[in-house]
Structure formats: structure tokens, C-alpha cells
């Protein structure tokens, strides 16, 4: 495979492509490295290769035309005999990021051209009419795309074939399932006064496959937990996953709170709304999936809240709770309230500590008191909530009718990010918005 590397700092490469594998897969003509520098192609006469970037602001921006040429030396009609470009590729931190199944699909091409940025970046309209496809290597910004370049050509080369000792020794690598890779051990049996598994020691192939497995499961849930939402799984390994230990408090710390007033009506006004049978049945569920600490059922009226006392009561301790035992064991996470105040009260009476008032809406601007401009909410992400429940409880507020009165939102600690649907269409169930809401909160891809 031919890799072309565009770069103001080709003596950047010599370290790393003249040692170890990377040495001898080029003497074994495995993969072969052109380096071709932007500065030879310029044409102005300090062989300047930036210019100051449009709109102001700090650094310089690599010019198009130095760039251009420099590509047309590879793929024009003056380029070397038998050297093609290939897929030609620009690193850059807001590219595709650089994935093992990304390096998998890059490895079956003949060649790469790959461009590397300096300063603040390169002209766009560059990558844009040379048709680059631009591809970052993890959420941090480098000085140049030179060790990004790296990043690709070793991720890359390595799969090609011959590359490896051993053809197989990349099957079970990280990410090469969608699962991060077991630990590794080798001799002694005890260090540091650790031993290694006994499972590992032992000679069954299955149970060290099982082992492996499993470890790479227990790891990748531990570390990126976000991955096990594409890798694919079967049945044995999502009962694993489900024995294991999962964020461990942190759900039973998480309450949620459905109010009928005050929320708004139709024409914006407070109001009180009636209790749903639905909501009741399925915001227990979801707090039971996910293993929250309650939700609490908030209505000022009395024959409202007995109302729902009565729902609560037959799927618990009545004939629905007979017949349907899984029902009853949701459904005794519910409590009746008659107010805001009431329900944090009873969160602090559980917990012990004041919970913290996490609003929700799927309004994006309200209007705080009348008469007053109209402003914009400030919503918070859930990794914000998150780190709250690793310390303390929280009461996240649900609104029914048209969402939570002002007066809710400007107590609140914090207003969560809506959920962002795809149509102008704004009328989630507030039951699957609870669903969604805890799933972002508490679930894999958190
Ligand atoms: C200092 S960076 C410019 C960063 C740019 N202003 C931005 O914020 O996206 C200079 C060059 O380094 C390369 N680079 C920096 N970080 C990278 C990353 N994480 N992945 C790929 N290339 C990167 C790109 O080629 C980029 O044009």
C-alpha cells in the first residue's frame, strides 16, 4: 500500500517509519511512504505557505494554491510513474473520527493521500474542491496533523497483510468487536502480591474464551460504556452485563417527579391538569428498569390524589398486585404529593439530604413573570445531573399539560436539555420523555 503524506515537516516522519515493524514492513515493500512538502510547490518568494485568516483572529491559515500543487504533483499529469493517490484525506480534529472499522475500510485501498494541517488550519475551499475527507484522531487538538498522520498510517498498516507475526493477532484487538480487549497477563503467577485469574492458568480453551469474553465486557462497561449500545451481543452476554454492578448507587439517588400544577395550559396560563392512569403505570416502570428511587405523583386536589392512591393501592397490595407481581414491584415506587415542597420533603425524609430540583421542558423560552422580556432558558447537560448523583439526590420535575409553570423552572437547580426530536411536531408523552430522559441520565450510552 502506498501512502502519500502532504506536510511542511517531513523530517517529522523519520523517527517512526524507520524503526520496528513499521521499518520492516517498508523493506518488505508491504507499505511504502512518500513524503511531499506544500513549501517546494509555493511560488511566492520567501516560499510562503499561510496567510492571515479572513474575519480576523489569531495564527494563520495554510494557503490553497501551495496545496493544490503539491496534490496535483501526486495525482497530475506530471506525477510520478505507478503513484496514485487513492482516497485522499485531510486530518483535521472536527473530521470523521479514526475508528478500527475506519482504519478496517481504509486498509483495503491500493493507496491514501493523506494532507497535514499547521496553524489554524487549511482554506476550506481547498478541501472542499479536492474532494478531501477529513478524519481526526481522538477530541484533542494537536499543533499539526503530522502525529494524526501517524496515528492513521500505523492504524492502517498494521492490518495490512503480512504486516503482523501472526495474521490472526488482530482479530481480537479493541473495538475489533465493538468491545474493548481483556487484560493481559504473563509470568510470574503472582506480582505485586496479584495473581493471575485462575481461569487463565487453567487449560480449558472454553473457559478462557468465556473469561476473555466476559472480561471485555466487565472492561468496556467500566470504561466505555456508550460502545455496548452498537457492539453486537447475545444473549449470554447481556445477562453478564446485566449481573454486573451498574453505576452503583447512582440510579436509587434519582427521583421523579410528575406535576399537575402548576403547569400551563394552552393559552399559557397556570393551571392544574388531571392524573393519568398511563402516566402512573408506566413512570413506575421506568424507575423500576432503571432502578430509581421513586416518583412521586404531585396534585393539589384531594379527590386527585386519593384517586391515585387507590390506582397505587390495587397494583400493590390488591387484586392487580396479586395477579401481576412484576406490576406491584414497579408500582410501589410511587408516592402521592400534594405539592412541589411536599415531594422534596419526602425525598429528604428517604435520603436524608435535601434533594437537588432538576426541571425539564421542551419549551426552549419562557416568559418569567409577566410584563417582563421574554428570556431565554439556560439548559444544562445531563453529565451535569450526573456528577450530582454521585454525591447527592436528585428530584428531576416533569411537567403534564403544555410543561412546568415558570415559577417551577426559576426554582429549579436545573433545566435539562430537551429532548430534540426531528419534526416541529413538540408533543412527547411525558411518560417516554421520563424513559429517555433516565436512559441519558443512567444508561450505556451516558
Ligand atoms: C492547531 S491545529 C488547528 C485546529 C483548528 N483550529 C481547530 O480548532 O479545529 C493544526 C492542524 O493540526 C491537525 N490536527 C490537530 N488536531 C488534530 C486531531 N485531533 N486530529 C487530526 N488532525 C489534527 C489538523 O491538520 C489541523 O489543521
Not at 472499522?101 to 481504509?106: H, Q
Not at 473469561?211 to 452498537?230: F, I, V
Not at 379527590?303 to 400493590?316: A, I, K
Amino acid at each position: 500500500m502506498r501512502f502519500t503524506i502532504l506536510t511542511l515537516f517531513p523530517e517529522f516522519f523519520q523517527g517512526p517509519l524507520t524503526c520496528a515493524q513499521m521499518a520492516r514492513a517498508r523493506e518488505a515493500g508491504i507499505l511504502e511512504v512518500d513524503l511531499v512538502n506544500p513549501r517546494d510547490f509555493s511560488t511566492s518568494r520567501h516560499s510562503h505557505v499561510d496567510d492571515r485568516p479572513y474575519g480576523g483572529g489569531p495564527g494563520m491559515v495554510m494557503s490553497a494554491d501551495p496545496l493544490a500543487r503539491a496534490l496535483a504533483s501526486v495525482e497530475g499529469p506530471d506525477c510520478k510513474p505507478g503513484r496514485k493517490p487513492g482516497r485522499k484525506i485531510v486530518l483535521a480534529p472536527s473530521g470523521r473520527p479514526l475508528t478500527q472499522a475506519l482504519a478496517r475500510e481504509l486498509a483495503q485501498e491500493e493507496a491514501l493521500t493523506l494532507v497535514c494541517g499547521r496553524y489554524e488550519g487549511i482554506d476550506e475551499r481547498l478541501i472542499e474542491a479536492e474532494g478531501l475527507e477529513p478524519i481526526g484522531v481522538g477530541e484533542a487538538v494537536l499543533n499539526g496533523g503530522e502525529a494524526a498522520a501517524l496515528c492513521l498510517v500505523e492504524a492502517v498498516a498494521r492490518l495490512l497483510p503480512g504486516f503482523m507475526g501472526k495474521e490472526e493477532s488482530g482479530e481480537d484487538e479493541s473495538f475489533s468487536a465493538g468491545l474493548l480487549e481483556y487484560p493481559h497477563y504473563t509470568r510470574p503467577d503472582v506480582y505485586a502480591g496479584r495473581e493471575v485469574p485462575e481461569t487463565l492458568r487453567g487449560g480449558s480453551h472454553a473457559a478462557i474464551a468465556r473469561w476473555r469474553r466476559q472480561a471485555s465486557l466487565r472492561r468496556t462497561l467500566e470504561r466505555r460504556p456508550e460502545l455496548l449500545r452498537e457492539a453486537p451481543l447475545d444473549g449470554s452476554d447481556l445477562n453478564f452485563l446485566r449481573g454486573l454492578p451498574r453505576p452503583p448507587a447512582l440510579g436509587r439517588s434519582l427521583f421523579l417527579c410528575l406535576l399537575h400544577h402548576p403547569v400551563l395550559d394552552k393559552a399559557g396560563k397556570t393551571a392544574t391538569v388531571s392524573l393519568t392512569n398511563l402516566d402512573i403505570h408506566d413512570m413506575c416502570r421506568v424507575s423500576r428498569t432503571y432502578e430509581l428511587g421513586g416518583v412521586l405523583f404531585v396534585t393539589p386536589l384531594d379527590d386527585q390524589r386519593e384517586l391515585g392512591q387507590r390506582l397505587l393501592d390495587h397494583w400493590t397490595e390488591g387484586a392487580g398486585g396479586r395477579a401481576n407481581p412484576d406490576r406491584a414491584q414497579a408500582l410501589r415506587l410511587g408516592r402521592m404529593a400534594a405539592s412541589l415542597d411536599e415531594a422534596v420533603g419526602w425525598v429528604t425524609g428517604e435520603t436524608g439530604l435535601a434533594p437537588r430540583i432538576v426541571a425539564t421542558c421542551a419549551r426552549t423560552g419562557y416568559r418569567p413573570a409577566r410584563g417582563r422580556k421574554e428570556r431565554m432558558i439556560a439548559f444544562s447537560p445531563p453529565g451535569l445531573v450526573r456528577g450530582w448523583l454521585e454525591r447527592e439526590p436528585v428530584l428531576l420535575v416533569l411537567g403534564t399539560g403544555h410543561g412546568l409553570a415558570p415559577e417551577v423552572l426559576s426554582r429549579a437547580d436545573a433545566v435539562l436539555t430537551p429532548v430534540r426530536g426531528f419534526a416541529a411536531y413538540n408533543h412527547l408523552p411525558v411518560r417516554a420523555a421520563a424513559a429517555i430522559l433516565a436512559d441519558r441520565l443512567l444508561g450505556d450510552a451516558g
